[in-house]
Every structure is written in structure tokens, then in C-alpha cells.
């Protein structure tokens, strides 16, 4: 089983729709959970962080986690042709040296006109 | 605040050739993480240091190597480039491995 799990797409909503994209991890004792966007040739960009469970919101984004499904989701409200690209699920888990953090392998995301 | 720098932006090499990367984390950041990004894997973690330590390590073999310098600067080392590390290497930096922010990569091709 792999560590963090997402559909690898696509996923395809139309313009003005809302997009769910969903996300599960398998270490029952992470703590924290992310959320990257990433154009096509260009390096990872932090969307949002959420810790505890519920929903967390940031404009047209909203994060929530729910610890006991193990279950991360990401939606966009709204979506536009510029919210096209991978969205990465990165989970922090607490290993005897340190944090280490792990990536799922993406949902690609295309927002139609 | 400048965001985190790696430098080249891109490599060509030639197979059993070495290669080392640089990255400049963001300052007051004290943590770099490696990671690899193939079409077919993703991003897979290398190595993460923290105070000139390394603390976490993935599963790749020796050729594979790091350190971070007094000021955070780190750099990676592949010894005897193979076709298949042609990747994007991206460095992150954070206070302590939590949020973690991306440099604009390396590009390395091997021929």
C-alpha cells in the first residue's frame, strides 16, 4: 500500500464548476497534511496546510481532513482554465530522525471552457 | 524574503559522468530536502538535512549524495550518471522539514 494515495486524473470540471480532488495516507500518526499545485516544467507551490480536522479555507480553495478515514480532500470553488495543473497531496510523518514528508503521485486537473 | 535558489537550471551529461547541484534555502531556514521528479515516479524523496546533519534518507542507492553547508547551503552529488537519473531535482527549504518550499529545480538530462 502505498503511503499517500491520489487519483492520477484526469480530472475534468468545467469553468465556474467546483473541483474535488481527494486524497488518503496510510500512517495513521501523521500530523500534517499539504496541498501543491504544479504547472507543467515548473517546481511545486504550496496551496494550503490543514493539522486539524474539519474544513480550512482560503479564498476559492477549502482543505479538509478527516484523521480517522485517513482522508485529505482538496476543492476549488470556482475553477478557472488557470487552476489547470497536478495537484499534490504531501503528508508529514514523524520519523525517529526527523519529519519527512511524502508525496502522493498527483491529480492532474484540467478546468474546460 | 528571496525564495529558495538552485542552481544550474538545467544539465546535459553524458552517462558514468558526476553532477553536483547546488540550493540556497530560503533565510533563517534551516532544514533541505531533496526530492526526484520522474514522469513515472513522481517525486521521490532523497535526503533531508538540518544543521549540517542528515536526518531522513530515501531508498536510493550511494550515488546519491548530500551535505549542507554552516549557512544552509546545500549541494547533491550523483557519482556514475545513469540514463535513468535524467529528472527534475527539486530542493526544499523549511524551519524544520514541516512546510516546505520549492526551489525552480534542476533539470538533468543524461545522454
Known amino acids: 500500500q502505498k503511503e499517500v494515495e491520489q487519483n492520477s486524473g484526469p480530472l475534468s470540471v468545467p469553468e465556474g464548476a467546483i473541483a474535488s480532488l481527494n486524497c488518503t495516507y496510510s500512517d495513521r500518526g501523521s500530523q500534517s497534511f499539504f496541498w501543491y499545485r504544479q504547472y507543467s516544467g515548473k517546481s511545486p507551490e504550496l496551496i494550503m496546510s490543514?493539522?486539524?480536522?474539519g474544513d480550512k479555507e482560503d479564498g476559492r480553495f477549502t482543505a479538509q481532513l478527516n484523521k480517522a478515514s485517513q482522508y485529505v480532500s482538496l476543492l476549488i470553488r470556482d475553477s478557472q482554465p488557470s487552476d489547470s495543473a497536478t495537484y499534490l497531496c504531501a503528508v508529514i510523518t514523524f520519523t525517529g530522525g526527523g519529519n519527512k514528508l511524502t508525496f502522493g503521485t498527483g491529480t492532474q486537473l484540467k478546468v474546460e471552457l | 524574503k528571496a525564495g529558495v535558489t538552485q542552481t544550474p537550471r538545467y544539465l546535459i551529461k553524458t552517462r558514468g559522468q558526476q553532477v553536483t547541484l547546488s540550493c540556497s534555502p530560503i533565510?533563517?531556514?534551516?532544514?533541505v530536502s531533496w526530492y526526484q521528479q520522474t514522469p513515472g515516479q513522481g517525486l521521490q524523496f532523497l535526503f533531508e538535512y538540518f544543521s549540517e546533519t542528515q536526518r531522513n534518507k530515501g531508498n536510493f542507492p550511494g550515488r546519491f549524495s548530500g551535505r549542507q553547508f554552516s549557512n544552509s547551503r546545500s549541494e547533491m552529488n550523483v557519482s556514475t550518471l545513469e540514463l535513468g537519473d535524467s529528472a527534475l531535482y527539486l530542493c526544499?527549504?523549511?524551519?524544520?522539514?514541516?512546510?516546505?518550499?520549492f526551489g525552480p529545480g534542476t533539470r538533468l538530462t543524461v545522454l
Open positions: 490543514i493539522y486539524s480536522n
Open positions: 526544499a527549504s523549511s524551519t524544520d522539514a514541516d512546510t516546505q518550499y
Open positions: 533565510s533563517g531556514h534551516r532544514s
